[in-house]
């Protein structure tokens, strides 16, 4: 069927704004009204767009809270508000401190290439040791405190591991009353997993006794739609029939 | 007390980052179901929506009040997903897996529902998706944000860039191809 011709001045802006109510003077609202008690074509559309709009509410996203990847931020680092040039001052003086107590040595030559040692992996030398130190005092007299201080080090770390292996050898050793609990714990623990393994597989059998429901629905429908289109077929079929042999 | 929007984003630019935080509760939900209905992936629609409170954050100082909060969250949410489709080179298709989706629509259903009208349900959820899926990118906009969210033809003019008539023209040219194309399917 022809659609029938319409000359409403700005149509579609206007049916568009009337739809939804938006952006539409009062007098444009009645001016439409009258239009559409005499326009077919406007008040059928309009009907359609109508139904389009009840259809489209039906569309809902799926639930964002259950799969939200947290979005919260965190608080900033107390270092995110120092400048930046003041982030890498502190870098480089961090850096050259440790150089120092390293006691860094960075060397480069052609035959070797590259070379990065510490002091304190400096193979002994003696004959510059027995010269060196007088001058290596004199020129830098923290090395001495830095040495001792290692050694020191050193010593609180050995004793602190032989504290440490002394007390995992020792025998652990549980009271009744610390056994009972902890049973006490586990049939708790076993009792609540029995509960949940319970509840997980009456919800398991709900599924499916919903989707065997699913399918016999869909599998109905698909056979009233086919016995629709076989008797209309069927209708087609005789009519073309009766066309062809008209009863005499 | 509740605070609004506005409120909370002079707070948030003051350094109180709990602020921001109940500005993210607040439009989490609206702008994962933009991205969702724009570019029609459920993984991908909340990258989005995680990238659009980032990149607010980001540029929050920068933030002047010119328009509503929800509006500038609304048009960093629409780059993004418009970036998303242009990198995609594809037209969304929205993704429902049939084994999960059915069982737990039908979990979802209202107790005096019937088995029947979850199905019917279901097909017309379906079949909604699919005429959307049909239609030019910028009717799609301009239908979800109308529909869905509720925005004047103004604002979609000013979130899209273009003029309040090029809005009504997208909206009636794309509910035209949702009545053809649901119409079919009925």
Redesign the interface.
Known sequence: MAEQHCIYPDR??V???Y??G??IATVDRVTFDTHIATCERCRT?LA??R???S????????E??R???S??????RWWAAVPVWAQVAAAMLVLGVSASIANLDVHYDRANGLSVRTGWSKPAAPSIAAVAPVADTNATPWRADLAALQKQLREEMRVKSATVVASAAAPVTMSDADVRRVRLMLDESEQKQRSEFAAKLVELQ??VY??Q??D???VY?ALGLMSTNTSAEMASQRKAISLAFPPK | MTWSDEELVTRSIGGDVESFNQLVLRWERPIYALAYRVIGREEDARDVCQETFLRAFRALSGFRGQAKFSSWLYRIALNLCRDWVRRQRRTPVVQMPEDVDIVELAAAREPVESIEDVVERHDLTRAVEKAMAKLPEEQRTAIILKEYHGLTFQEIADLAGCPLSTVKTRLYQGLAVLRRELGKSE
């Open positions: 579609e802006s049916l568009v704004a739809l939804y938006d952006d559309e359609d767009f139904d389009v709009r259809n489209l509410a039906q569309w809902a996203a799926p964002a809270a799969a939200h990847k979005t919260v931020v965190t608080p900033a709900k599924d919903v989707q429901q699913y016999i629905a869909r429908k």
